[in-house]
């Protein structure tokens, strides 16, 4: 059952009126749901960003909940268009393309059906093409939010490994031939305005190398095997831990192993960056 909350994610920015267009048929539809944002800043076509932002951010709004996320390089292609209900109750409205990576890769995705896009859409816009986030994604996104359909009213029924899923690996501790502890794994997302680095590996995995605060680590971040950072850092509980423009390793908000400086840039300041091609590489210093 849905609560009448729809939260819009796109790559549109707020430059022009298409997020506002998007609201606008979601009032349309029923003026008695409460539409809300999660971001409108994903970067252009970066399918993998927003897979991460919703999964940074469902599990705080309240089962029953109806996201919208439009993320659509393949807009008017073959891909298809889904309704995915995941493991607590919440409801997502998209495409069809990866934006369901990181829940698919934590088993938080229970099911989805396929929307029919010839008639499950705002009539009228029939005609058009590349603006599925207005004519499929939102429209329908309402009707579910203010109970107008139900999940049921949608077609296929499709199994969590139906769907479209990147390749996604959590990052993990092994020990090298000489034995020393190690954590390996990439960097999935910068804090964007602050400029941290977060990996995706798991507040588990960096655990298990029995650390205490101000312990250190050393940090190799790589952009396809090449070495752009090398240093050792200390591990903190947060960033007034180490002094102004010093460079410190903490547990972010999704309880992930990250890398900041301390009233700076780590970004900016090392000249690294996230994304698959990103790798990181932690090994405890005896």
């Known amino acids: ?10 790559d549109f920015g707020l430059q022009d009126g298409a997020v506002s267009s998007m609201r606008g048929v ?17 970067t252009p076509f970066n399918i993998f960003e927003g897979s991460f932002r919703l999964f940074q ?13 439009v993320v659509d390089p393949g807009v008017g292609s073959k891909r298809l268009s889904i309704v995915a209900k995941t493991t607590g109750g919440h409801y997502i409205v998209t495409p069809d393309n990866g934006t369901l990576s990181h829940l698919l890769s934590h088993d938080l995705i229970e099911s989805a059906r396929v929307i029919d896009e010839t008639t499950q859409r705002l009539p009228g816009s029939e005609k058009s093409s590349t603006f599925h986030g ?3 994604y939102a429209f329908n996104g309402a009707l579910l939010a203010s ?6 009213d949608y077609g296929d029924l499709l199994a969590p490994s139906d769907l479209v899923k990147l390749p996604i690996q959590p990052g993990q501790y092994q020990t090298t031939t000489y034995g020393q502890p190690q954590l390996v794994g990439n960097i999935d997302i910068t804090d964007v305005n602050f400029g941290s ?3 995706n590996i798991p507040l588990r995995e960096f ?11 050393r940090v190799q971040i790589k952009n396809q095997g090449h070495v752009l950072f090398d240093e050792v850092l200390p591990y903190v509980h947060t960033f007034t831990d180490v002094n102004p423009g010093e460079p410190l390793i903490y547990i972010d908000s999704v309880y992930t192993v990250a890398f900041g400086v301390h009233t700076g840039s780590f970004e900016q300041m090392y000249h690294v960056g996230a994304g698959q091609e990103w790798q990181v590489l932690l090994t405890k210093e005896e």
């Open 57 to 69: 951010t469902f599990s705080y709004w309240e089962s029953g909940t109806v996201f919208v996320s």
């Open 147 to 152: 109970g107008q359909t139900k999940y049921e």
């Open 26 to 42: 979601a009032y349309g539809v029923s003026s008695d749901i409460l539409v809300s944002d999660l971001t409108h800043g994903i």
């Open 207 to 217: 655990e298990k190398l029995q650390l205490v605060y101000g312990d250190v680590l």
């Open 1 to 10: 059952m849905t609560n009448k909350h729809l939260v819009l994610q796109t």
């Open 197 to 199: 680095l977060w990996s």
């Open 134 to 136: 207005r004519d499929i």
